[in-house]
């Protein structure tokens, strides 16, 4: 997979975009606000929060949304980066970062795994935390992924 690299100010930009999102999360049951934010090659990006349901099984993780918000906008490919953010909301709505980074769920990843290999980028995931925020690499948090390859 191509090695695309994000500026600081690329990274910065994406991680605040992740946690002004999560402000906007739906999350009446597990009080957990989760943002994130695409970077596409072309420096733009897509924010979206997780929205959950009553059903948990219908609910829907930060990541999915966005990417199903860039798709909707004709834009799944190319993205080179995903930022994200998360915790218990404040009274401003804005949820806290905690002391561990959220990451993406194992169902989110293998999302983020389509969509990479639509584009050919090995995608960067950038996790805030209080502190700062953790850097992954897809290939790191989902090593020998079931993808389009595997069905020929």
Known sequence: MNATHPSQTQIDTLLSAAHEASKNAYAPYSHYHVGAALLFSNGNNIAASNIENVSYGLSLCAETVAIASAHSQGNMSDIIAIGLAGG?????GKAILTDKAV???????QMIKEVADMSGIDTH??????????????SDILPDAFGPDNLS
């Open 88 to 92: 218990a909301p404040n009274e401003a």
């Open 125 to 138: 995931i950038y996790c805030l935390h209080r502190t700062g925020h953790i850097h992954y690499r897809l």
């Open 103 to 109: 990451t993406p769920c194992g169902r989110c990843r």
